[in-house]
């Protein structure tokens, strides 16, 4: 027997039973020898027959002999339990550490029916099954739950995977490994590692292969899915970022197709509060992204829940995308100006739907409002007393926005200290200059204008303020001195060259002046309305004008409540997400009774990339790694024969039973057939 050098037993006390080999053999000897002898009278013609039926008689009992030897050879092997050792050691180890990727592109069929997830959690149900019933059990998902910092027995792993299901949270490679080896410090004993994901390209994060750690070692499980082709919505954004109540409202969705081949007739839906409201058949070539516009229409409610639906399969986890949008939401202004007469600023701020506009003269204003308004515009102030210069640095420097009209005759010295890194000084001379044309090229004039046809007659203004040149003016005079600029600290400082009155500049009269003290107002909104959020945003700020102390901020969907970790901050509360439980929908954001508003979650776009890493692309990523195995997983039977063959090694009893029987079945046959 060639493979007896490169076998071992499991109960080699059992081989002491091969003693029993000399049963036969006695029984051989003093059993088949005795003779019977018979008187004839004419033994002459006997003797040929005898001859003959003596060498048969021999030769029977010899294969009768022998094939009692080989089932009882055979039997007793079986019961010491051969087996070919295994390759490595593993299954040995008391303690193992299970990683199960759980986020949503588990989702994925890995065969028909049958998702990535179902599969990763059939071979955790093995693994608990092959290892001793002693080992300890830590199991590790992409929640990171309080599960996973306590040990658990093989019944209580297998109980545990009933409560997995996909999650929203995204995991790399390197943050995982590090907590499993953060819950491995409290143990002297170097585990074993079973890492079982589908290793999505987009998620994996980096790895540091030069950096490898010898104390454990990882069994790498990989899942393959049988589609890598998917469409889902890229992003959304409003064309109009004005969004006033009684204008058309643009939606611009873009969509992308991550397959190989083109996609033909594929609908899209737009729903606004369950209602459908716009549709469109698209074309999407090959690894290609399109864009598509949808008129939403007009008078919608103050915050509406929209929904864009399309169809794709078998990839359905994102086919839903939310967003919403707030149009209720306005913005704060606070004017302090130097005289009480009615100013151009309170005309084109006097939309109630759009701005909460407050306006005061300086000596009569309440300073604890600068630090809560969205925009404060600082109207031909004179003098800038050094109280007020702490208190706007202050609201700058946390990201406020100040609009900055001079006077006639301003104090060079208080506005030169608060317009710190320019060289504030009056002009030479005081005269009407015609103002250049806008540079629609710049940033901030991006969807301002509608369309430009030919050249625009712009207004004249008379120059009381300088500080250089600035080539990224908003405006400029047309002697190419700036006349608007946009000073960037922690927050936005905007400064006009003229007062804005009649007798110094047309500029308030013109028709450039309203979308520029529009843009100006929407770009300070400190909390803009996000049209959504993501599921793993670790922090999401909600604007609040005044919350009551110690109150409460829920987010609370159709079945479910949730009370966030929370802080208020400067006018508004930050909220610490639970990402274990958060999904994509909406959530009320609720203070009480009171509705703050309404927020939508999506999926990180990165799961609805389902390009994965090959099995011959993980070979490469882990090559040279003695301490890293790699399984070709196949389904969970296959798997466990692998770790198996691997770990424990290769089981032989089975055949050596097979051989027993074998044997016995032929000394029948023998006894039976075998005439002498």
Known sequence: MLFLPTMSFLYPQFLFGLAALTIPVVIHLFNFRKTKRIYYSGTQFLKQVKEASTSKLKLKHWLILASRLLFILFLVIAFAQPFIPAKQKGLQSSEVYIYLDNSYSMSGLVSTDYRALDAGISIVNELSDLFPAGTRFKLFTNDFASYSNVYKSGFELSDLTTEIHVSGNIRGFEEVLSRIKTGMLASATPGEIFWISDFQKSTFGPYDPENPDTLYHINIVPLELEHSANLFVDSIFLKNPFMPGNEKIELTVVIKNTGNEDVIDVPIKIFLNDIQTSNAILDIPASARVEQHFDLGFDLQDISKGRISLEDY???????????????????????????????????????????????????????????????????????????????????????????????????????????????????????????????????????????????????????????????????????????????????????????????????????????????????????????????????????????????????????????????????????????????????????????????????????????????????????????????????????????????????????????????????????????
Do not use: C
């Not at 009320?588 to 990180?604: E, Y």
């Not at 024969?641 to 039973?657: H, S």
């Open 314 to 676: 078998p990839v359905t986890f994102d086919n839903d995308f939310y967003f919403t949008i707030n149009i209720g939401d306005v913005i704060n202004i606070l004017e302090i100006k130097s005289s009480t007469t009615a100013t151009a600023i309170e005309k084109v701020y006097a939309n109630t739907k759009l701005f909460n506009f407050k306006t005061f003269r300086f000596t009569n204003v309440d300073y604890s409002q600068i630090a809560v308004v969205d925009l404060v515009i600082l109207n031909e102030l004179e003098i800038l007393d050094p109280s007020i210069r702490v208190l706007l640095t202050n609201y700058l420097n946390t990201g406020g926005t100040i609009v900055l009209i001079p006077p006639v005759n301003p104090d060079m010295d208080s506005y030169s200290q608060f317009i710190t890194g320019r060289s504030i000084i009056f002009p030479d001379s005081l005269y009407q200059e015609s103002l250049a044309p806008p540079d629609l090229t710049n940033p901030f004039y991006e969807n301002v204008f509608e369309e430009v046809h030919g050249i625009i007659a712009m207004p004249e203004s008379t120059q009381v303020l300088e500080w250089g040149a600035d080539r990224n003016a908003l405006l400029s005079f047309r002697n190419g001195k700036p006349f608007l600029s946009g000073i960037i600290t922690a927050g936005n400082l905007f400064v006009f060259a003229s007062p804005l009155n009649d007798v110094y500049s047309e500029f308030q009269n013109h028709a450039v002046f309203v979308p520029v003290m529009y843009k100006i107002a929407f770009g300070g909104k400190k909390e803009q309305a996000r049209l959504y959020y993501s599921v793993n945003q670790p922090i999401i700020r909600i604007a609040v004008d005044s919350l009551a102390q110690n109150t409460i901020i829920k987010l609370v969907e159709v079945e479910r409540e949730l009370i966030p970790a929370q802080r208020i901050s400067s006018g508004s509360v930050l909220l610490e997400l639970p990402s274990e439980i958060i999904g994509p929908g909406f959530y009320d954001v609720m203070a009480g009774s009171k509705k703050l508003g309404t927020v939508a979650f999506n999926l990180d776009r990165r799961e609805s990339l389902p390009e994965q890493y090959s099995q011959d692309d993980i070979q490469q990523l882990f090559a040279g790694k003695n301490k890293i195995t790699i399984f070709n997983a196949g389904d969970q039977k296959d798997f466990a024969n692998t770790v198996t063959k691997l770990y424990k090694g290769t089981p032989l009893w089975k055949y050596a039973i097979i051989f027993a029987l074998i044997f016995l079945l032929v000394e029948v046959a023998f006894i039976r057939l075998l005439k002498p």
